[in-house]
């Protein structure tokens, strides 16, 4: 009741208001915008009639003949140019100089402006066919001057055929020579060592560089002026109702974390992500101050190496992410109250995004201006000096984080596994900055803080979702509580007018099937998320990917070809070992998955789930294999006569794995024996627990693994108790003595064997009167129960119950009786006479 006031009080009088305010501040900034946009749209409207009226109605042939030549030479410089790359980057190879010249080239290319001739070039093939129709109904006279208008036409069309393709030719040839350009400029160092003559030069250089900036600085603002455009306007009012509603968001995210910490109702589960976006608008104002910085402020043409719009941008996300983070892992926050993680944790992993900051917000700084300053890296003494200490700066927050940090997942090997990649990420860029690559070091960075900003979207999604189906589950078992408790209520009600009625027990709460659909929900939500954000960061690292073209180039090993030899680069390496990894990634995750997404929603038989995910993984291993091999230069060819070898000659000396090998596959396909089978195999019963590729496990009835080779279940004879059939007989045998009752025997004994729950009727109970024993009359009841685990209880309740009944009827059941006779032809005197002789004659 009190969250409930609460509420009502922020939609009364006060709020109502409170948002009328905010209505007439939003409509003033409306008018004011529609003003500002009809006056620049008009403005903008004479200026586009004006260009428009400047600009000649068609481009005449001479002109059109003059640039399919220039054309023509660009595109023959431009090849000419790729020719040379891998000669000039050999001869230059060492030299400093080296990627100041790769710049220039990047920069010289030439940039293709596209003139869409697609209508022009359809009005006079139209104009063409109307033409070919005149010249069959026109006179002789007439046809001469038709033919010739004709012919310009087509060679009109010629012309711009022409044109076309060669700035379509020239626009591939662009893109394909810039991409060889980053290739080279990737690996190339662009900076000195920072050795002790670069920390020599370093002050000179420093005090160059601040009157360089300077002087940028200067002309940016002397260029720079306010250039209000719609998107600034819709940014300010976006503004303005953000901090006008900005306590007011603050008090629905203290209820939201009141309400699914309550312990009363469970939360709706888009109680999530209405907290995230609430968390989202509380932060976001000052980031877009920011962008309204950067849309307000606007330079010309002149100053080419600054645009500030771009640096405020980045400066923006980068704020925001950090804030955003910040408000998460605050005490009591969305991550300890929604995400339930630990407040220690909370508070150490909010510390270290604080102490991030510092160095993400600065470098987001650097990234945006030394990116414009393509042909400024050999110079920016600033920004190798920064970048340096920076990376320096984050490997140590790193290492002091994971040496705080709880073993994240569960897992040792994952928990090492990420600290080993959040330390080694900075710790290169220290290499490469120290070591001249000032470049790819920039370059990198800039691939290192989107996947920042990626993998921080990944975990807090991953929470969420894992959140959010742990309070549907929680919702379920609450409701099945309720159900249970109205079933029991019911029965209560039903038993009040039954006299000496035991009270009715509460159904036995049972919630496996809730927790499996729990657990398989958050591991088909991991996986989609899984899939998602690899393709995010692959389109983050896609242009990244292209310079590795470059270590094709850079051989270790030639790969013997028949006569010839194909050199193995480090390409091949690097994707060998990724192929590998893949493979195993896929090896240990892709059988489960396919058991959770399909197999585990039909209808398999017992055993052949676990045969689908086995020969997946078969498959897996087998096409890893061949793809490494492939990669490494080693052919099909060759691997196909090396396969052939190896099991002729392997088949003799490892006769027994082999046939062992061809048993498992056999039992795969044909499955005599599925796993969960229980199986008698000469002396030895149990559960078949895994078929593995050279023998089976089976679980035997004391919780021993006894390993079975394959080929006993195809070469041999053994009980399969579950394949086909899993009903059962059972025959006790009991002997009652002579003299009692046989049709009451008979009938106790089928009264018995319908009283039994795990007896099935049908087939229906027998009891049989067999023979006639030395000193029983041997009966056998028989009858079937459903599965082989109610063998032994059934026969031990049967058995109980026949004592009783047998001994409540008056039935004996009559067991072996042995009479023994002692028999002596002298007698009891004689003996004694006998005796006694013997003992005189020891005592003399």
């Not at 060492?94 to 022009?120: I, K, M, T, W, Y």
């Not at 001469?144 to 310009?152: D, F, G, M």
Request: net charge neutral.
């Amino acid at each position: 009741m009190q969250q409930t006031s609460r509420v009502w009080v922020l939609s009364g009088p006060r709020s109502i208001t409170c948002w009328s305010r905010v209505i007439r501040v939003v409509m003033l900034v409306l008018a004011a915008s529609v003003a500002l946009i009809a006056t620049l749209s008009t403005a903008a409207a004479h200026t586009t009639t004006e260009q428009i009226t400047a600009q000649p109605q068609a481009i005449t042939s001479a002109q059109l003949n003059t640039e399919i030549e220039r054309l023509q030479y660009q595109l023959q410089e431009l090849r000419d140019n790729r020719t040379d790359l891998s000669a000039q980057y050999t001869a230059l190879s060492g030299s400093q100089l080296l990627h100041r010249v790769l710049q220039e080239q990047r920069a010289a290319l030439p940039r293709v402006a596209r003139q869409d001739f697609n209508d022009q070039l359809a009005q006079l093939r139209l104009d063409s066919f109307y033409l070919q129709r005149e010249i069959r109904t026109a006179s002789a006279q007439a046809m001469p001057a038709l033919i010739e208008q004709q012919q310009e036409l087509q060679s009109r069309i010629d012309q711009l055929v022409a044109y076309m393709r060669l700035q379509q030719e020239l626009q591939i040839e662009v893109q394909a020579f810039a991409l060889e350009l980053e290739e080279f400029l990737f690996w190339t160092p662009s900076n000195p060592r920072l050795n002790a003559a670069w920390f020599a030069t370093m002050p000179d250089q420093l005090q160059r560089q601040g009157q360089r900036m300077q002087q940028s600085l200067t002309t940016m603002l002397h260029h720079s002026e306010l250039r209000p455009n719609l998107t600034a306007l819709l940014l300010l009012v976006l503004l303005v109702v953000l901090l006008s509603q900005r306590g007011r968001i603050q008090v629905l995210l203290n209820n939201q974390q009141t309400q699914i910490q309550s312990t009363e109702q469970i939360a709706p589960p888009w109680l999530i992500a209405a907290a995230l976006i609430k968390v989202a608008l509380y932060v976001a104002p000052a980031s877009l101050a920011l962008l309204l910085i950067g849309q307000f402020i606007g330079s010309d043409e002149a100053t080419e190496h600054l645009q500030p719009q771009k640096v405020f941008t980045a400066l923006a996300f980068a704020l925001f992410a950090i804030s955003f983070l910040r408000k998460i892992l605050r005490p009591d926050g969305v991550a300890q109250a929604f995400f339930q993680w630990p407040a220690p944790t909370c508070l150490l992993l909010k510390r270290y995004i604080e102490l991030f900051a510092v160095a993400l917000l600065p470098l987001t700084v650097i990234l945006a201006f030394a990116n414009q300053q393509t042909s400024l890296y050999a110079q920016d003494v600033v920004g190798s000096l920064s970048l340096f200490i920076a990376s320096v700066y984050l490997v140590a927050i790193s290492l002091w984080l994971f040496k705080r940090l709880p073993t994240l997942y569960h897992s040792v090997f994952v928990h090492r596994l990420i600290a080993a990649a959040v330390i080694v990420l900075p710790l290169s860029l220290v290499w490469m900055v120290f070591s001249g690559y000032y470049y790819t070091a920039l370059r990198l960075s800039g691939y290192y803080l989107a996947t920042f900003y990626v993998m921080s979207s990944w975990v807090i999604l991953e929470a969420s979702v894992r959140r959010a189906i742990q309070l549907s589950s929680q919702k379920l078992i609450q409701q099945r509580d309720i159900e249970l408790a109205e079933l029991a209520q019911q029965e209560n009600i039903a038993d009040q007018d039954i006299e000496n009625a035991e009270p009715a027990k509460t159904p036995a709460r049972d919630y496996t099937d809730i927790e499996e659909a729990q657990a398989q929900s958050l591991r088909l939500g991991r996986f989609f998320l899984l899939v998602l954000f690899s393709f995010i960061l692959f389109a983050v690292w896609s242009d990244a990917l292209s310079a590795l073209h470059y270590l094709d180039s850079q051989y270790i090993w030639d790969s013997e070809q028949g006569i010839d030899f194909i050199p193995v680069s480090i390409g091949a390496l690097v994707s060998a070992f990724f192929i590998i990894m893949v493979s195993i990634v896929l090896i240990r995750n892709l059988p489960g998955l396919l058991e959770v997404v399909f197999l585990s929603r039909l209808k398999l038989e017992m055993g052949t789930s676990y045969a689908v995910t086995s020969l997946t993984n078969y498959v897996l291993i087998s096409i890893a294999i061949v793809s490494v091999f492939g990669v490494l230069g080693v052919k099909w060819e060759q691997l196909q006569w090396l396969a052939a070898g190896l099991t002729v000659g392997l088949g003799f000396g490892l006769q027994e794995i082999f046939g062992n090998f061809i048993s498992g596959l056999i039992l795969f396909f044909e499955r005599p024996v599925r796993v969960g089978d229980i199986v008698t195999l000469n002396n030895l019963s149990g559960r078949v627990s895994k078929i593995k590729i050279r023998a089976t496990v089976i679980t035997d009835f004391d919780r021993r693994d006894i390993v079975v080779p394959n080929r006993s279940f195809i070469t041999g004879q053994f009980v399969n108790w579950s394949l086909s059939n899993t009903i059962t007989r059972i025959t006790v045998k009991v002997g009652v003595a002579y003299g009692s009752d046989l049709e009451k025997t008979r009938k106790i004994l089928l009264e018995i064997a319908d009283q039994e729950p795990r007896v099935l009727k049908e087939p229906a109970p027998q009891v049989l009167f067999l023979s006639f024993g030395e000193s029983t009359l041997d009966h056998e009841l028989r009858m079937h129960v459903g599965g082989l685990s109610d063998r032994n209880p059934t026969i031990d309740a049967v058995n109980r119950e026949i004592d009783r009944r047998f001994r409540k009827a008056g039935i004996e059941i009559a067991f072996n009786q042995i009479d023994v006779h002692f028999r002596n032809e002298l007698g009891v005197e004689g003996l004694i006479q006998r005796i006694q002789p013997s003992q005189n004659e020891g005592k003399n």
